[in-house]
């Protein structure tokens, strides 16, 4: 399961399901292992799974795996905006969020 956020990214919502429900099944550690290193926080996972017992644990765990490649995405893109403003006098006021880590 060594795989990174860019690579999660090119996957369908199903696709992502369905990989998630195969480590769920074999070895839950590891989807929290891989959810630790794309910087979603076990907090967050115990408490969606906690606020929707009756749902695919794997449908919402892809959830949060989309919410964070959306921040991350959202984070490139700020950066490129400075990188590309940068020589042209412009000033790029940067929130925390931009500064997401991946």
Same mark, same amino acid.
């Given at each position: 399961?060594?795989?990174?956020?860019?690579?999660?990214?090119?996957?369908? &919502?199903?696709?992502?399901?369905?990989?998630?429900? $195969?480590?769920?099944?074999?070895?839950?550690?590891?989807?929290?292992?891989?959810?630790?290193?794309?910087?979603?926080?076990?907090?967050?996972?115990?408490?969606?799974?906690? $606020?929707?017992?009756? $749902?695919?644990?794997?449908?919402?765990?892809?959830?949060?795996?989309?919410?964070?490649?959306?921040?991350? &995405?959202?984070?490139?893109?700020?950066?490129?905006?400075?990188?590309?403003? &940068?020589?042209?006098?412009?000033?790029?006021?940067?929130?925390? $969020?931009?500064?997401?880590?991946?």
């Amino acid at each position: 399961m060594e795989l990174s956020l860019l690579t999660l990214a090119t996957y369908s &919502k199903e696709k992502l399901i369905d990989y998630l429900n $195969e480590f769920i099944n074999q070895d839950f550690s590891k989807v929290v292992q891989l959810l630790y290193r794309i910087d979603v926080s076990e907090a967050k996972l115990k408490k969606v799974l906690h $606020e929707n017992p009756n $749902e695919d644990a794997a449908g919402l765990i892809a959830d949060l795996i989309i919410e964070r490649i959306a921040i991350a &995405k959202k984070a490139r893109d700020s950066f490129s905006k400075a990188d590309t403003n &940068k020589g042209n006098g412009h000033h790029i006021n940067h929130d925390d $969020e931009g500064a997401e880590r991946l």
